[in-house]
């Protein structure tokens, strides 16, 4: 056997991890929803928010990059193959060399679909996520508003104060 046909028989031998990932919507809040296979047999299922990532200063390209290496029990990164019916995650995952994406249709991506459809699930990230970031956007909102009748309130003040200084 020469050395081409044995360099030909290890790369049909070398079988990738297989990602699908989706970035779907549930309740106003981007998630991104990723299955995790290698040779037929699901390893993981990964549902985050997709602020979670941003607030970790991450992108959803590191985000699959980290997913794959838990799971591996990797140090070094792996490449590996994504399928996805997202052009969010694919123009994210362009520059990484170890992502080979393919933007597949919906139909093939389905099961994406299908986990966050799950009545159990949808309770489960109401719970975790929604609900949590709801309250968190509420008191925001309620810290500012509080801010500026704070800040309203000293600047009457010192306008009362100009006007006892003049009289």
């Known amino acids: 056997m020469s050395a081409h046909e044995k360099e030909h028989a290890t790369k049909v031998d070398a079988k990738r991890p297989l990602v699908v990932a ?21 390893i993981a299922q990964i549902i985050t928010p997709i602020t979670k990532i941003h607030d970790e200063g991450s992108t959803l ?13 990797l140090a070094d990164p792996i490449a590996f193959d994504l399928y996805t019916s997202s052009d969010l995650l694919i123009a994210e995952t362009l520059a990484s ?3 080979l ?3 597949k249709d919906k139909s093939e991506t389905s099961e994406c ?10 309770e489960a990230l109401h719970d975790l996520y929604v609900e949590p970031y709801r309250e968190k ?3 925001k ?19 009362e104060m100009f006007r006892k200084a003049r009289v």
């Open 61 to 73: 390209s590191d985000a699959l990059h980290e997913i794959v290496r838990v799971n591996f029990n």
């Open 137 to 139: 956007r509420k008191a």
């Open 113 to 122: 679909q299908r986990c966050i459809d799950h009545p159990y699930i949808q």
């Open 101 to 103: 994406g393919q933007l």
């Open 22 to 42: 989706d970035v779907l919507s549930f309740e106003g809040m981007a998630f991104l929803v990723a299955y995790l296979y290698e040779s037929t047999y699901t």
């Open 97 to 99: 060399p170890y992502i």
């Open 141 to 159: 909102r309620e810290a500012k508003r509080k801010d500026r009748s704070i800040f309203r309130k000293v600047g009457e003040w010192i306008k």
